[in-house]
């Protein structure tokens, strides 16, 4: 069973659309996140959810807005995409201390 | 910021020998990961040091941690082709709930 899976695996689409991006755990996991993985592959913490409360929201601009049904799934929507959004986002859930990861979704915005 | 700075950015080694990676940091933390990522993958855990730990030993791997030059490396011996990746290390000022600070990472190449 995969623990923590994301939907879809590839996103392409046009400068101005509205899209969003599907992160779920089965670990039984408090906290998840959203991370941001450049074209040189560094990571940036972008949002984390403590039993669906928001703790962090590290200066990523309000076009971007995690949603969070119930305590297993943390979606990322985000409005009027931009070049500069093109990325792989990570989803992720911790326990305790160590995180697990998913997949990753590679957004590219023409 | 950034907190994580891996060196070297890039190492090639021959199968067999041993991989060293280095990772220096600013703030003060909790704890430090690091974390390994395959090419077109996640990231997947590796080991934690915490902050009042100086080693740390997992299977293959040897973790250091140096908080008075906020420092930590990271040993890999007996590399094997299936090393090849992307190693980060990862600090965590908050004790879990506020995310990760990555480095930059260090590419290695395991050469068969």
């Known amino acids: 069973d995969t623990a923590v899976s994301q939907t879809p695996k590839y996103l392409v689409t046009q400068m101005g659309n509205d899209k969003s991006i599907k992160c779920e755990q089965n670990l039984g996991h408090d906290t998840m996140y959203w991370y941001k993985q450049d074209s040189k592959k560094f990571l940036k913490i972008m949002f984390s959810?403590?039993?669906?409360?928001?703790?962090i929201n590290e200066t990523v601009p309000n076009r971007f807005s995690p949603k969070s049904p119930d305590k297993a799934h943390l979606n990322l929507h985000i409005n009027s995409l931009e070049l500069g959004d093109s990325a792989v986002y990570f989803c992720?859930?911790?326990?305790?201390?160590?995180?697990?990861f998913g997949p990753g979704t590679r957004l590219t915005v023409l | 910021s950034q907190q994580g700075e891996e060196d070297p950015q890039a190492l090639s080694i021959q199968e067999g020998e041993n991989a060293t990676m280095n990772c220096s940091y600013k703030?003060?933390?909790?704890?430090l990961q690091w974390y390994r990522q395959n090419s077109g993958r996640g990231l997947v855990h590796l080991i934690l040091i915490r902050s009042n730990e100086r080693e740390k030993h997992s299977g293959r791997l040897r973790v250091t941690l140096d908080t008075s030059k906020k420092s930590s490396s990271l040993l890999i011996t007996a590399s094997r082709a299936a090393d090849t990746a992307s190693y980060f290390c990862a600090t965590d000022a908050g004790g879990g709930a506020d995310g990760l600070t990555f480095g930059k990472g260090t590419h290695l190449i395991i050469q068969p």
């Open positions: 959810y403590n039993n669906k409360e928001l703790i």
């Open positions: 992720a859930s911790s326990g305790r201390l160590e995180q697990f």
């Open positions: 703030t003060s933390i909790n704890n």
